[in-house]
Nanobody, 119 residues
Framework: QVQLVESGGGLVQPGGSLRLSCTAS????????MAWYRQAPGKQRELVAH????????????VKGRFTISRDSISSDSVVRTVYLQMNSLKSEDTAVYYC????????WGQGTQVTVSS
């Protein structure tokens, strides 16, 4: 089992920035990718960004150039793994609940953190 805990959401004005964090604990050796998804009201959950254990990174077209996913360096005796989502130049359409995920759709999920972009 993997436990995921997110933090860093909140209210920000358009054009502003936020940084989300997600700490994974438990069977972190089983994680091959970590990702951020988001779900806006009335919309399906969508993949925003992901990073694999090999360092491959990809983003949804809607956030390319504005969001950056990164992770802490890990060692063989690490007991947690932390991934970040730096969000810049935020737009109202970025408003959503953001979920941390390990191993994509069939994997593990955090509880979600609300991001609201509004003036």
């Amino acid at each position: 089992q993997v436990q995921l805990v997110e933090s860093g959401g909140g209210l920000v004005q358009p054009g502003g920035s936020l940084r989300l964090s997600c700490t994974a604990s438990g069977s972190i050796f089983s994680i091959y990718a970590m990702a951020w998804y988001r779900q806006a009201p009335g919309k399906q959950r969508e993949l925003v960004a992901h990073i694999t254990s090999g360092g491959t990174i990809d983003y949804a077209d809607s956030v390319k150039g504005r969001f950056t996913i990164s992770r802490d360096s890990i060692s063989s005796d690490s007991v947690v793994r932390t991934v970040y989502l730096q969000m810049n130049s935020l737009k109202s359409e970025d408003t959503a609940v953001y979920y941390c995920n390990a191993n994509f759709a069939g994997g593990y999920w955090g509880q979600g953190t609300q991001v609201t972009v509004s003036s």
